[in-house]
């Protein structure tokens, strides 16, 4: 093992600086998928990487090469990670492992307890209308998954505006976009650093299903309206436990089609969504795309090239045999 | 006037609460295979509510008509009333609001607005075709 060992655990850093950028600036389908990989790829290999620095510390402990048949002195000898690095590893890989354990048990129940509740929902189309004054519309997921919309949003919008809304909670239900989130949340959960990223993703999904949305309209202006003034009128219903969601999803996205005065506080998301409709669809960028995913393939392979080099070095001293 | 607004909002953040304990309790007959006394739904809820702040919601939730009760010893027990989709999907959408990844699991046509973006966005609606689409 040598230095690159530790670059999986300093891309998540650039991964968290270049998230934001990445999803104003990639096609949202692209943005999705490159943005959840990378987060999944990036905890995996910055775990794997903590897991090897500890495991370094572990077979310098004599009775360990004892069981494990392996020369003390060879383990010793040819590694470059100090004992302190190899017990902070651990402990980080501790810390890690039972958050991201912890956000899987929370993030499957909720899950569950979102399929069974959208297996529950009255009728048996995709699309449930209830009867509430407070204007809301979401998507449940599920199998299948099914997409609720209250009289409050119904009677808020213009009929163009509703084929906006459904075709947008159409697309997430039929695009399975909660396993983008779920998967990003997962990985930043395992490493905090990609959390910026995770956040990227919540909100390249959205923009995924305005995108689409756009295209079965074939009016992004409309697309644009539709999202202004349900949002307009969301806010304007008595108030409900949204502002967790504000937060969660961030401030992504900066407009470049407002004022001044505007950008000094970042714009939540939601005029990013209709800003970014306001303006003609993105270029694929494939250079962007190509160096993002080489930059993350680097990671999992420099994570994969130190397994096999720890790999070697025990079996090498195991070759030597205990000392 | 201010000691009005604010007591007024004192009185909103109430009922809205009172509204979540009945959503809770509903939620609780709900999921429950048969009738429920108030102790056991005190104790479904878990969260050491006083056994007459429960009496209370379930008469409550009962004089709107969404619970059914009959007589069970001393003691009143309560189901819901048969499922009519609006009341279904209501408690549904409250229910959802206890979870703690209910945000996590829901795809939002739209998030909450800061009063940045509400102001943002009323600008962008009130803009001349053409004019925001520029930048």
């Given at each position: 093992m040598h230095l690159t060992v530790y670059l999986p655990l300093?891309?998540?850093?650039?991964?968290?600086?270049?998230?934001?950028?990445?999803?104003?600036?990639?096609?949202?389908?692209?943005?999705?998928?490159?943005?959840?990989?990378?987060?999944?790829?990036?905890?995996?290999a910055s775990s794997a990487v903590l897991g090897l620095l500890a495991l370094t510390a572990l077979v310098r402990i004599p009775w360990v090469d004892a069981v494990g048949e392996i020369s003390g002195r060879v383990t010793s000898h040819n590694d470059p990670a100090s004992v302190p690095v190899a017990i902070a590893a651990g402990a980080l890989l501790?810390?890690?492992?039972?958050?991201?354990?912890?956000?899987?048990?929370?993030?499957?129940?909720?899950?569950?307890?979102?399929?069974?509740?959208?297996?529950?929902?009255?009728?048996?189309?995709?699309?449930?209308?209830?009867?509430?004054?407070?204007?809301?519309?979401?998507?449940?997921?599920?199998?299948?998954?099914?997409?609720?919309?209250?009289?409050?949003?119904?009677?808020?919008?213009?009929?163009?505006?509703?084929?906006?809304?459904?075709?947008?909670?159409?697309?997430?239900?039929?695009?399975?976009?909660?396993?983008?989130?779920?998967?990003?949340?997962?990985?930043?959960?395992?490493?905090?650093?990609?959390?910026?990223?995770?956040?990227?993703?919540?909100?390249?999904?959205?923009?995924?299903?305005?995108?689409?949305?756009?295209?079965?309209?074939?009016?992004?202006?409309?697309?644009?309206?539709?999202?202004?003034?349900?949002?307009?009128?969301?806010?304007?219903?008595?108030?409900?436990?949204?502002?967790?969601?504000?937060?969660?999803?961030?401030?992504?996205?900066?407009?470049?089609?407002?004022?001044?005065?505007?950008?000094?506080?970042?714009?939540?998301?939601?005029?990013?969504?209709?800003?970014?409709?306001?303006?003609?669809?993105?270029?694929?960028?494939?250079?962007?795309?190509?160096?993002?995913?080489?930059?993350?393939?680097?990671?999992?392979?420099s994570a994969l090239e130190a397994a096999l080099d720890f790999h070697a070095l025990l079996e090498y001293a195991q070759a030597v045999g205990p000392s | 006037?201010?000691?009005?607004?604010?007591?007024?909002?004192?009185?909103?953040?109430?009922?809205?609460?009172?509204?979540?304990?009945?959503?809770?309790?509903?939620?609780?007959?709900?999921?429950?295979?048969?009738?429920?006394?108030?102790?056991?739904?005190?104790?479904?809820?878990?969260?050491?509510?006083?056994?007459?702040?429960?009496?209370?919601?379930?008469?409550?939730?009962?004089?709107?008509?969404?619970?059914?009760?009959?007589?069970?010893?001393?003691?009143?027990?309560?189901?819901?009333?048969?499922?009519?989709?609006?009341?279904?999907?209501?408690?549904?959408?409250?229910?959802?609001?206890?979870?703690?990844?209910?945000?996590?699991?829901?795809?939002?046509?739209?998030?909450?607005?800061?009063?940045?973006?509400?102001?943002?966005?009323?600008?962008?609606?009130?803009?001349?075709?053409?004019?925001?689409?520029?930048?």
């Amino acid at each position: 093992m040598h230095l690159t060992v530790y670059l999986p655990l300093v891309l998540p850093l650039l991964a968290a600086v270049a998230a934001r950028p990445l999803a104003e600036r990639l096609p949202p389908s692209v943005a999705t998928w490159l943005l959840a990989a990378s987060a999944v790829v990036l905890a995996l290999a910055s775990s794997a990487v903590l897991g090897l620095l500890a495991l370094t510390a572990l077979v310098r402990i004599p009775w360990v090469d004892a069981v494990g048949e392996i020369s003390g002195r060879v383990t010793s000898h040819n590694d470059p990670a100090s004992v302190p690095v190899a017990i902070a590893a651990g402990a980080l890989l501790t810390v890690a492992a039972t958050a991201a354990a912890r956000a899987l048990w929370r993030q499957a129940t909720a899950l569950i307890a979102a399929g069974r509740q959208a297996r529950r929902l009255p009728g048996a189309g995709q699309v449930v209308v209830t009867d509430d004054e407070a204007a809301d519309a979401y998507t449940l997921p599920g199998l299948p998954c099914r997409i609720v919309v209250t009289t409050g949003m119904i009677r808020a919008l213009s009929e163009p505006e509703r084929q906006v809304l459904l075709a947008h909670e159409r697309a997430h239900a039929s695009g399975l976009h909660y396993l983008f989130t779920t998967a990003a949340r997962l990985a930043a959960a395992a490493n905090p650093l990609l959390r910026p990223v995770a956040t990227a993703t919540g909100y390249t999904v959205e923009r995924w299903a305005d995108e689409h949305a756009a295209a079965v309209t074939g009016d992004r202006r409309l697309a644009a309206r539709a999202i202004a003034r349900a949002a307009l009128a969301t806010t304007a219903a008595p108030p409900r436990p949204a502002s967790r969601a504000a937060s969660a999803l961030g401030a992504v996205g900066a407009l470049g089609a407002v004022s001044g005065q505007a950008r000094m506080r970042r714009p939540g998301p939601v005029p990013c969504r209709v800003a970014a409709l306001l303006r003609p669809p993105l270029p694929p960028r494939l250079l962007l795309l190509a160096v993002a995913v080489l930059l993350v393939a680097v990671a999992g392979a420099s994570a994969l090239e130190a397994a096999l080099d720890f790999h070697a070095l025990l079996e090498y001293a195991q070759a030597v045999g205990p000392s | 006037m201010r000691g009005k607004a604010s007591q007024a909002r004192d009185d909103a953040a109430g009922r809205r609460a009172a509204g979540e304990l009945e959503a809770a309790v509903l939620a609780v007959l709900q999921a429950a295979a048969s009738p429920l006394s108030p102790g056991e739904v005190r104790d479904s809820l878990g969260d050491h509510l006083a056994y007459t702040t429960v009496v209370t919601i379930l008469s409550r939730l009962h004089a709107k008509g969404m619970l059914d009760r009959s007589k069970a010893g001393r003691t009143y027990v309560y189901v819901p009333v048969a499922d009519e989709p609006g009341l279904a999907a209501r408690r549904l959408a409250r229910m959802l609001d206890a979870e703690p990844d209910r945000e996590a699991v829901l795809a939002r046509f739209v998030s909450g607005l800061s009063p940045t973006d509400e102001e943002l966005l009323r600008r962008m609606l009130a803009e001349p075709p053409g004019a925001t689409g520029a930048g």
